[in-house]
């Protein structure tokens, strides 16, 4: 039937625009691949906890602050100092990275974990997440990657 087979096409949109979640091993593998395991000297760990505490490992995560700036995707990267919203924001925004923050929210991790890695290097340190400093900072991290066969 015609409705029916519209209804499907529907659902099978509306699924792929939905939002990416991923396991805990599931980024242990990403994160691992992505050379982030001891960047900086900061453990698997430790990116693992930071996703966890900022997005719980939700990539299109959007987070609308009261200074008008969002944070972005799983890493919750702000817009204000880190991305651009859009061509019209360039002119109030510090946009270190120069990356459009839609980048920040798609399923694949590649731009997000490049922005992560410029601003542990930048700001020498995970200190711009104040989620990983009250959660993760200085805690036992190996906990995070228990269990998921990485190396
Ligand atoms: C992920 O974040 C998006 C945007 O904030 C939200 O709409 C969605 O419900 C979240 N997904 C889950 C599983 O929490």
New binding site residues.
């Given amino acids: 039937m015609k409705a029916s087979g519209f209804l499907a096409l529907i659902i099978s949109l509306i699924t792929v625009t939905e ?1 990416k ?1 991923y396991t805990r091993c599931k980024l242990a593998k990403i994160f691992v691949k992505a050379g982030l395991d001891n960047y900086r000297r900061f453990s698997l760990g430790n990116w693992i906890c930071l996703a966890y505490y900022e997005s ?1 490992c ?1 990539t ?3 987070t609308l602050l009261k200074d008008g700036s969002t944070d972005y995707g799983i890493f919750q990267i702000n817009s204000f100092t880190w991305c651009r919203r859009s061509r019209l924001h360039l002119t109030h925004q510090k946009n270190h990275c120069h990356v459009a923050c839609s980048a920040l929210v798609t399923d694949g991790l590649t731009d997000a974990i490049l922005w992560a890695k410029k601003i542990v290097k930048e700001m020498q340190g995970m200190n711009y997440w104040q989620r990983w400093k009250k959660n993760c900072e200085g805690k036992d991290m190996s906990e995070w990657k228990r269990g998921c066969e990485v190396f």
Avoid: E
């Fill in positions: 939002s979640v719980h939700n299109t995560m959007q």
